[in-house]
């Protein structure tokens, strides 16, 4: 989960490298560092803290000595923001770690899972180390090999270093991304991927590495996939990719579809204020396109046959955080419209339960990066028991949808802040698109029907703009609320997933506590957490075709408010009723119930980030936390 940028051409790299590092902050920001390949010299620095820090350190030095790391001439760099596995986020665990040659410099993202035989061994041979991390070990065995090349002969090259690079990575186990550079070969950086995201950008006499595309949007929008246990070697001039035992490869090219201003704040405080602004264009392209001539659903890459979905007599929805949020609203309208069994899992524990799978169940993943490691080794599972796997993600050519049988993009653009937004909402949007998909395909669900959904999820956008339009009371409600010591959520049916969402927003970004309850769940235990005064937020559905549910959610209501409780409702436009029960309404435009969360949420996305800023936190970059989860 942390950020990495590798550069090689004719410009001076650190600029470039900086300012990659700054778009890759959000998956860790523990530590940041870089090393620059300047003539024949290695030159490196690190801090731990944000970025702005070795930024700062930069700023001090001189900025027109080569040695200083300022504007110089060194035209070859890779740089790293960190957030730590192994080894607390300190300036000597801080990446880039440099062999004991000082030649070699490497920055990592993953876990080197047999990282205490190989430092045992390197200690055995005399090593001396500096930090606590995995990543010493793979600086020094690159360097050896290197070593041991020079002394069969071989001279100096960037091929040279392709292969140490091989040779280290089959000694390797467990999940990496590698990047290297070496004093003895200026030029050319090497990089390596297993289970963790690698993506190369092609450049006009230069070429660049990263762990996302939006490190380098600004120089390039031609980009290449790379596949699993690959070697990629960069100059400003050519770009190699072979496997890990040296056989040529190939990586898939395609081509970046969003511009450098998608990953900027454009004027707002905050990215996640911004992402939250940007939900109704987000919810329209994950739409766009998706309805044929012929009233079908259409996937970005099906494998599967549909025959093979008519098989299918279970599913299980597999996904971490936001995205299980989101599953389990699914589950409500996927068994609806299919009539499926539908069961929605923890990716941490899915594998572990030893779930009953075969070949006709289908496994839904969801992943906003493609590269969540929970998630991966939920689907690998799957695999493995023959079931057949369906991703939704928003990251085009990660990993998740390359080792799944069909995929559907939600096409969300860059989401920058930790806490997610977007990706909800159109994870959720894609969840509705593979429901409609089944039940079509099997024939439960007529064209016209389905087209009639359609419409209905096309009307969002423009309900949502409609929301956010006037949502300025929430954010009032909100500073009014900083002082509280707790927070509880309260809903029913796809009310309960958005209540369980909005406690884990707030959670994320202000660090109260926060709870998400079952409405009907309260008589059992929850109501005792009820003070005189303890905020309550409601999540009311829709009286029009749900009136009992709603109902009793109004009687929930009344129970918290008898007990002292400050209610804050979320009621449709036109709800009266709530109105004797509730401190605070905020309405939200009228929408069919099980589509309803795709409004409900983002008041609470709005109410967490402004509460957060009124409790003077970073709601970007919230503590302990990273945008992209890459290990387990």
Not at 187 to 205: C, D, H, K
Not at 261 to 267: L, N, P, R
Not at 490 to 506: D, Q
Not at 590 to 609: I, N
């Amino acid at each position: 989960m942390c950020g990495i940028v590798g550069y090689a051409g004719a410009r001076p790299a650190l600029g470039i490298v900086l300012d990659g590092l700054r778009r890759l902050e959000y998956r860790g920001y523990d530590s940041a560092g870089v090393a620059i390949v300047c003539g024949d010299e290695l030159l490196t620095e690190k801090k731990a803290g944000k970025l702005a820090n070795l930024e700062k350190i930069l700023a001090e030095r001189d900025a027109a000595d080569c040695d200083a790391l300022g504007i110089g001439d060194g035209t070859t760099g890779i740089g790293h923001t960190r957030w730590a596995t192994h080894g607390g986020p300190t300036d000597r665990n801080a990446h880039p770690h440099v062999a004991r040659d000082g030649r070699v410099a490497v920055i990592h993202n993953g876990i080197i899972e047999n990282f205490a035989r190989l430092r045992a061994e390197l200690e055995a041979d005399g090593v001396q180390f500096t930090s606590d991390t995995d990543t010493e070990c793979a600086a020094h065995l690159i360097s050896i090999a290197l070593g041991q090349l020079r002394a069969a002969g071989h001279a100096d090259s960037p091929q040279l270093l392709a292969e140490a690079m091989r040779q280290v990575c089959q000694r390797l186990e467990g999940a990496f991304t590698l990047l290297a550079v070496d004093a003895g070969v200026p030029g050319a950086v090497v990089g390596a991927r297993r289970n963790s995201p690698l993506v190369v950008g092609r450049g006009q006499g230069e070429n660049y590495l990263a762990s996302d595309v939006s490190a380098f949007i600004e120089h390039t929008r031609d980009a290449v996939e790379l596949g699993q246990d690959q070697i990629v070697l960069i100059t400003g001039d050519s770009i190699e990719i072979t496997d890990f035992d040296g056989n040529p490869a190939a990586g898939k090219d395609f081509h970046i579809d969003w511009d450098a201003s998608a990953a900027e704040k454009g004027g707002y405080d905050w990215f996640m204020l911004k992402e939250i602004e940007e939900q109704p264009q987000a919810i329209a392209d994950t739409l766009l396109g998706r309805l044929t001539e012929t009233g079908e659903i259409a996937l970005d890459e099906v494998r599967l046959s549909d025959q093979d979905l008519r098989d299918v007599d279970k599913i299980f929805i597999v996904a971490c955080g936001t995205a299980y949020h989101s599953g389990m609203v699914a589950k409500y309208a996927i068994e609806h419209w299919t009539r499926i069994p539908c069961e929605v899992e923890l990716a941490s524990e899915f594998r572990y339960r030893d779930p009953v799978l075969d070949r006709s169940t289908l496994v839904v993943v969801i992943s906003q990066s493609g590269e969540t490691m929970d998630t991966l080794m939920a689907l690998r599972h799957a695999k493995e028991q023959k079931a057949r796997v369906l991703a939704i993600c928003n990251t085009n050519g990660s990993t998740i949808p390359r080792e799944s049988d069909a995929v559907l993009y939600t096409h969300g653009g860059p989401e920058i802040a930790v806490a997610s937004t977007k990706a909800f909402l159109t994870q959720l949007v894609a969840c509705y698109l593979i429901g409609l998909h089944l039940a079509q395909v099997r024939g439960i669900k007529f064209a016209d029907e389905v087209a009639a959904v359609v419409d209905q999820l096309q009307e969002v956008p423009d309900k949502l703009r409609e929301l956010l339009g006037r949502i300025e009371p929430v954010r009032e409600l909100a500073r009014d609320l900083k002082t509280a010591p707790t927070v509880l959520f309260i809903g029913r049916h796809v009310g309960y997933p958005v209540a369980l969402e909005g406690a884990l927003k707030l959670k994320e970004l202000a660090y109260m506590h926060a709870e998400g309850f079952a409405a009907g769940e309260l008589k059992h235990g929850p109501i005792a957490l009820i003070d005189q005064g303890t905020p309550v937020v409601c999540v009311v559905p829709s009286p029009a075709g749900r009136g009992m549910l709603h109902d009793k959610v109004v009687s929930n209501i009344q129970e918290v408010r008898a007990r002292g409780a400050r209610t804050i409702v979320i009621a449709e436009e036109g709800d009266e009723a709530v109105l004797p029960y509730a401190d605070h309404v905020i309405y939200v435009p009228r929408t069919p119930t099980l589509l309803a969360p795709l409004l409900t949420t983002v008041p609470l996305q709005v109410l967490a980030a402004e509460i957060a800023a009124a409790r003077g936190h970073d709601v970007d970059q919230p503590r302990n936390l990273a945008k992209s989860v890459t290990v387990e």
